[in-house]
C-alpha cells in the first residue's frame, strides 16, 4: 500500500539538532526517503573577521568555532601559525598545550557521547553524568586560563601563562577518579540493549565512502579506517607518547558511539604521560613579540581534534593580519554524508545519526 | 541475554541515587536547622537568642544561606580594575581590544611631570557588554594598570548601565583576578577572600620573569 | 436503593445523612436528618461529596507526583531537583500550574477546532474513573463493580482516542505522527496487557477487584512473574513512559501530539499523563502486588499497605523514565507482538491448566503451582532473550568491542 508522502523542515528550532540546523526530510510513513541538510544558519564570518585582526587577536575567534572544543581549536590555529612565523615553541608550553588538548578532548568526547544518548531518548541521565565529569574539566581549564569554554590560552610560541600550583593536584585527582566513572557509563550505556538495538548496524558507513568523503576523526576510524593524525603526522609532542588508536568494525552508530568512549581512556593515559614528561621551564621563548608579523607565505597543519582533521589556512602577506583565513572544519565534512547514511532508516536514527556524528554548528557555519 | 544490560542500567542509577549531589545552589540555598547551625557556627540556643525569624525559618527548612561556586584566582571576571597612578594613557589596551570597545581619551597633564602623569585621563570607558573577556587588554598593558575583575553578577536592564566610566573605574572596590598577573599569584592573593581589596596599585608589584632555578624548584617541590 | 453495605465510604456519609433503617442505627445515632422519602437526596448528596473528594484527591496526588517524579528524577541524575519553592521545593508544581494557567492560548489556525478542544478533556476525564473502583482498604473503596477488571482496562485504553484526536486536529505533521504511532502502539499493548490480566482473572474466579486482592494469599507478582513483567511493560507502553515514549518523543518530534498546544490544554495533557500515571500503579497494586493485604500479624491497617505498594510502583515508572533510552517504533512492536502476546500466552496457558488441576488448591499446592509459574518465567524469560530478541531489534545485533590500531 502505497501512502502519500511527507516533507517536513527539521530545524533550524527542533531540541535535537545541537544548535541551528535544518534538515527537509521526505518521509514515507516512518521511514526516510530524503534528507537534505540546509546549513548557514550560525555564520558569523570568522574567516573574513580573521583578516581584520592579528595574529593574537584571532586566537579568540578560534574559540568560537567549535565551542565544545577551544583549546583544540586554539592549538589548530597556533601551530599553523608558528609554521608561517618560523616560531620555535617553547617545550614547556608544548606539554601544558597537549595537556589542555587531550582535556578538551575528554571533555567534547564527553558532550558527544551524552547528547548521542540523549537523541537516543533517554532522559538526560547519561548526559548528565557526563557533563559532571566535564565540569570538573572546565573547572580545570578555570585554573589554567580563567576562562572554562573561550579559553584562548594559547599564544604563538606557547601558552601565555604556566599552569598555577593547585591545577595539578586537582589533575592528579581528576585522572584517578575518571576511570571509575567511564566504567560507570560503561555500565550504565555499553551493554544496554535498547541502546544496542538501537544504534548497532544503522547508518553504516563503509571505508571508502568515508575516505572518498573525506571523513575524518572518529567517525572514520569507527567506519574501520586506522587514521589519527596524532600518530600519522605527529604534531607537539605527540611522537614522544604511545597511546592506542580504537578502530571501529562496522562503521554504525553503535561504533562511533565505542570508538569516542575508549578514546577517552586513551587521553587519559596521553595527559598521565604528559605530566611524567614535562620539565620545568619557559613558556614561551622570550622573542615572540605579542605582535607577530611573519613574512610572505603560507601554511597549513592539520591536528586531530575531537571532531576530526581542523587545520587553518593562513596566506600572509607580511603584515600584522593574515591575507587569508580558511577554515578546514571537520564537523562539515563530516555532515555531508549524512543523508546518504540515513536513506532507508526511520525517523527515530535520523536523529541518532546525527548525534553520533557529532558536529558543532558553530564550527560548521563559522 | 537480553535484559542483563538494562539491569545492569538500573543498578547504576540506583547506586548514583544514594551517591553525592553535584549541584551547586548559587546564590543561596535553603538550610534546616542544623546546616543553619553549620552556617552561623553557633549553639542551638545561641542561634535562637540572635536570630529568632530565622530559627523558625530554619526548622521549616527555609532559611536561606548564601553560597557561592568555587572561582579560580586567574577567573576574568566582568569589573575591570584599573590603577590610574600607572596608566599612562598609552591605549595600548585600546589598541589590542579584539573588539575596540575601550574608548580613552587624554588630554596633556596640567601637573608636574615629574610625578609620571604627562597625560591625564578624561575617559576611560569599557563596554562590557560587547566585551567577551579574552582579557588581550591586560596582556598588552605594559604598566601593570589594568587587570581583569574577579566578580560576575554585573546583569543589568539597560545597555548604558553595562558601560563602566572612568569614575565608576576609578573608585570601585579593586579585587582584580590574577590573569597575566603572575606576581600576584606568587603572593597566594586570592580575590574572593575578605579584605583581598587592593588599595595601592604598589601592592600588586611588576612582573618580573622567575630564574630558572626557581622555577625547577618550584617545580620539584610540587612533585 | 439500599446503601452497597459493603462500601465502607459510602456508609460512612450516607448513613450520616439519611435516616435509612438498613444503616446500623447504634453507630450513626441521631447524626442523621433526612427523611427516609427523601432517600435519593442523600443518596445523591453522598455522590457528590465523594466525587469531589476523589476529583481533588486525585489532583493533589497529580501535583505530589509532579514534584516527587522531578524531585526524584533529579537525584537520579546526582543533581538536586527544584528546591526553590518552599520546603524542598514542595510548591514548586502549584507555582507550574498557576503558570500555565496563565498563558496564553494558542490555537494554530489550521486546527480542526473542535476536536482540538475536545482532545485534552477526553485525556483527563476517563482517568478520573477508575479512582472509584480501586479498593484501597478491605472494605475502603466507593463501588465495587462486578466487571472492576474489565472496566479498568476499558477505561486506560480511552486515552488512545484521545492522542490521536489531539494530533489529528493540530494540523501540524509532528503531532500527527505522534497521533498515529501513539494509536499504533497503545492499540498493540492492549492485547497483552489483558491477556495477561486474564492469568489475574483465573485466579480469583471473579471480575471484581475487591475479589481480586481477596485471592491473592501470594501476591500474583510472586505467583505468576510472567503475567507481572508482561503487565508491568505494557502498563509502561500504555502510559506513554519512557522506554516507550514515542507518542512525545522529545529528541524526536518536538512534543509529538501536544506539539500546537499551550496553556491549560497542554496543562490538561500534562495532569492526564501524570494522572493515568497514578491510575495505573494503583491497578498493578491491586492487580499483582495484592492491594491491601499486608502481614497479617501487623497490627497496621490496609490502606497503609496499599499506599505504600502504590508509592513503591509509582518510584518503579520514575526509575524506568531516569534510566532507559527510548525503543524505536519498529522495536516497540515487535515487542508487542512477537514478544509479550506470546508470553502472555504461555502465562495464561500455565495458569490455566494448573488451576484446572487444582480448582481448589491447598496453601501447599499453591507453593507448588508458584513453582511451576516459576519455572515456567525464567524458562520463557530465557528463550525469549536468548533466541527470539536478536529478531525483535529490527536490526542485526552482535557482541562489540572496538579492535585498536596497530603500530
Request: hydrophobic letters at 45%; a negative charge; glycine letters at 8%.
Amino acid at each position: 500500500m502505497s501512502t502519500e508522502l511527507v516533507t517536513m523542515n527539521i530545524g533550524p528550532i527542533h531540541p535535537s539538532t545541537h544548535g541551528v540546523f535544518r534538515m527537509r526530510v521526505t518521509f514515507d510513513g516512518e521511514t526516510i526517503i530524503d534528507a537534505e541538510p540546509i546549513i548557514g544558519y550560525l555564520h558569523r564570518g570568522s574567516e573574513k573577521l580573521a583578516e581584520e585582526r592579528t595574529y593574537t587577536q584571532i586566537v579568540t575567534l578560534t574559540d568560537r568555532m567549535d565551542y565544545t572544543a577551544s583549546m583544540t581549536n586554539n592549538q589548530a590555529y597556533i601551530l599553523s601559525v608558528e609554521k608561517l612565523a618560523g616560531i620555535k615553541p617553547a617545550e614547556r608550553g608544548v606539554w601544558l598545550r597537549m595537556i589542555a588538548a587531550e582535556l578538551q578532548r575528554i571533555a567534547a568526547h564527553s558532550v558527544a557521547i551524552g547528547f548521542l544518548i540523549n537523541d537516543l531518548g533517554a532522559w538526560h541521565t547519561p548526559l548528565l553524568y557526563l557533563l559532571r565529569e566535564r565540569e570538573k574539566i572546565l573547572e580545570l581549564f578555570e585554573m589554567m586560563c580563567g576562562a572554562r569554554i573561550t579559553n584562548s590560552y594559547l599564544r604563538p610560541g606557547g601558552v601565555f601563562m604556566d599552569a598555577p600550583d593547585e591545577f595539578w593536584p586537582s589533575l592528579n585527582r581528576f585522572l584517578d577518579e575518571m576511570p571509575e566513572r567511564l566504567n560507570d557509563i560503561e555500565n550504565l550505556l555499553t551493554d544496554n540493549e535498547i541502546i544496542v538495538s538501537r544504534t548497532q548496524n544503522v547508518a553504516v558507513l563503509n571505508k571508502e565512502d568515508a575516505i572518498n568523503a573525506s571523513i575524518t576523526g572518529p567517525m572514520l576510524r569507527a567506519s574501520g579506517v586506522d587514521w589519527d593524525l596524532r600518530h600519522r603526522n605527529p604534531y607537539d609532542f605527540y611522537d614522544k607518547v604511545s597511546f592506542r588508536r580504537p578502530l571501529g568494525t562496522v562503521g554504525d552508530n553503535n561504533d562511533r558511539y565505542l570508538v569516542r568512549l575508549q578514546e577517552i581512556r586513551e587521553s587519559l593515559k596521553i595527559i598521565e604521560q604528559c605530566l611524567d614528561l614535562i620539565e620545568p621551564g619557559p613558556i614561551k621563548p622570550e622573542e615572540v613579540p605579542f605582535l607577530v608579523r611573519p613574512g610572505e607565505g603560507d601554511s597549513y597543519v592539520p591536528i586531530e581534534a575531537p571532531k576530526g582533521e581542523l587545520g587553518f589556512y593562513l596566506v600572509s602577506d607580511g603584515g600584522i593580519s593574515p591575507f587569508r583565513c580558511h577554515v578546514r572544519a571537520p564537523s562539515l565534512m563530516n555532515l555531508t554524508l549524512l543523508r546518504d547514511m540515513v536513506i532507508g532508516y526511520k525517523i527515530a536514527d535520523l536523529f541518532v545519526t546525527f548525534g553520533s556524528v557529532d558536529v558543532n554548528m558553530g564550527e560548521v557555519d563559522r | 541475554m537480553f535484559g542483563i544490560g538494562l539491569l545492569k542500567g538500573l543498578f547504576t542509577t540506583l547506586k548514583n541515587l544514594f551517591g553525592p549531589v553535584f549541584t551547586v545552589q548559587y546564590p543561596n540555598k535553603k538550610v534546616g536547622l542544623l546546616g543553619a547551625l553549620k552556617f552561623h557556627k553557633k549553639t542551638p540556643a545561641n542561634f535562637i537568642k540572635t536570630q529568632p525569624k530565622d530559627f523558625v525559618k530554619s526548622l521549616a527548612g527555609l532559611h536561606e544561606v548564601p553560597e557561592y561556586p568555587d572561582q579560580a584566582t586567574r577567573f576574568r571576571g566582568q569589573d575591570f580594575n584599573w590603577f590610574e597612578d600607572r596608566c599612562t594613557g598609552c591605549a595600548s589596551c585600546a589598541k589590542y581590544c579584539p573588539l575596540g570597545i575601550i574608548k580613552i581619551e587624554t588630554k596633556p597633564s596640567v601637573r608636574d611631570a615629574k610625578e609620571g602623569s604627562s597625560y591625564d585621563i578624561d575617559v576611560f570607558d569599557i563596554d562590557i557588554g560587547r566585551c567577551m573577556f579574552c582579557g588581550l587588554c591586560v596582556e598588552a598593558c605594559p604598566f601593570d594598570a589594568l587587570h581583569m575583575g574577579s566578580g560576575f553578577e554585573r546583569a543589568n536592564e539597560k545597555r548604558d548601565g553595562l558601560v563602566i566610566p572612568v569614575d565608576e573605574l576609578r573608585t570601585a572596590i579593586k579585587t582584580p583576578s590574577t590573569w597575566f598577573r603572575p606576581q600576584m599569584e606568587n603572593k597566594n592573593y586570592k580575590p574572593k577572600e575578605i579584605d583581598a581589596e587592593i588599595k595601592d596599585y604598589r601592592d600588586i608589584g611588576r612582573h618580573e620573569k622567575p630564574s630558572d632555578d626557581e622555577l625547577t624548584e618550584r617545580w620539584v617541590d610540587e612533585r | 436503593m439500599g446503601p452497597a453495605r459493603d462500601s465502607f465510604l459510602f456508609e460512612i456519609v450516607y448513613c450520616h445523612l439519611s435516616k435509612d433503617p438498613s444503616c446500623d442505627s447504634v453507630r450513626y445515632i441521631n447524626l442523621s436528618f433526612i427523611p427516609v422519602e427523601l432517600n435519593w437526596l442523600s443518596f445523591s448528596l453522598t455522590a457528590f461529596f465523594w466525587i469531589f473528594a476523589f476529583v481533588n484527591a486525585a489532583l493533589i496526588s497529580v501535583l505530589m507526583l509532579i514534584w516527587g517524579e522531578r524531585r526524584l528524577i533529579g537525584k537520579f541524575q546526582a543533581r538536586l531537583g527544584p528546591n526553590r519553592w518552599g520546603p524542598l521545593g514542595l510548591f514548586t508544581p502549584i507555582a507550574d500550574a498557576i503558570k500555565v494557567m496563565f498563558k496564553e492560548d494558542v490555537e494554530p489556525t489550521l486546527s480542526d477546532k473542535l476536536i482540538y478542544v475536545l482532545a485534552p478533556i477526553l485525556m483527563v476525564v476517563p482517568v478520573f474513573m477508575i479512582f472509584p473502583v480501586i479498593p484501597y482498604g478491605a472494605k475502603s473503596f466507593l463501588t465495587n463493580i462486578s466487571v472492576g477488571v474489565v472496566f479498568v482496562l476499558a477505561i486506560t485504553s480511552i486515552n488512545s482516542l484521545s492522542v490521536l484526536m489531539a494530533g489529528w486536529a493540530s494540523g501540524n505533521r509532528f503531532a500527527i505522527i505522534g497521533g498515529i504511532r501513539a494509536v499504533a502502539m497503545l492499540l498493540s499493548y492492549e492485547i497483552p496487557m489483558g491477556i495477561s490480566a486474564a492469568g489475574v482473572v483465573i485466579i480469583a474466579g471473579s471480575l471484581s477487584l475487591s475479589e481480586v486482592v481477596e485471592a491473592q494469599i501470594i501476591p500474583n507478582a510472586i505467583f505468576q512473574p510472567l503475567g507481572f513483567l508482561v503487565f508491568l511493560v505494557a502498563s509502561t507502553a500504555e502510559l506513554n513512559r519512557s522506554p516507550f515514549d514515542i507518542t512525545e518523543a522529545e529528541s524526536e518530534l518536538v512534543a509529538g501530539y501536544m506539539t500546537d498546544y499551550s496553556s491549560m490544554k497542554f496543562g490538561l495533557f500534562y495532569l492526564g499523563e501524570f494522572m493515568a500515571t497514578i491510575a495505573s500503579s494503583a491497578v498493578i497494586v491491586t492487580f499483582y502486588l495484592s492491594g491491601w493485604r499486608g502481614p497479617s500479624f501487623l497490627p497496621i491497617p490496609g490502606e497503609f499497605w496499599f499506599f505504600a505498594k502504590w508509592i513503591g510502583v509509582i518510584a518503579i515508572f520514575i526509575w524506568f523514565r531516569a534510566t532507559f533510552p527510548r525503543l524505536r517504533i519498529d522495536q516497540i512492536m515487535s515487542l508487542a507482538w512477537k514478544g509479550l502476546f506470546e508470553l502472555s500466552l504461555i502465562n495464561i496457558l500455565v495458569i490455566a491448566l494448573t488451576m484446572a488441576i487444582w480448582p481448589d488448591p491447598t496453601s501447599t499446592q499453591l507453593l507448588f503451582m508458584t513453582g511451576i509459574n516459576w519455572v515456567v518465567f525464567l524458562g520463557s524469560v530465557y528463550i525469549f532473550g536468548k533466541i527470539l530478541s536478536p529478531n525483535l531489534t529490527g536490526n542485526k545485533i552482535d557482541k562489540r568491542k572496538v579492535i585498536y590500531g596497530l603500530d
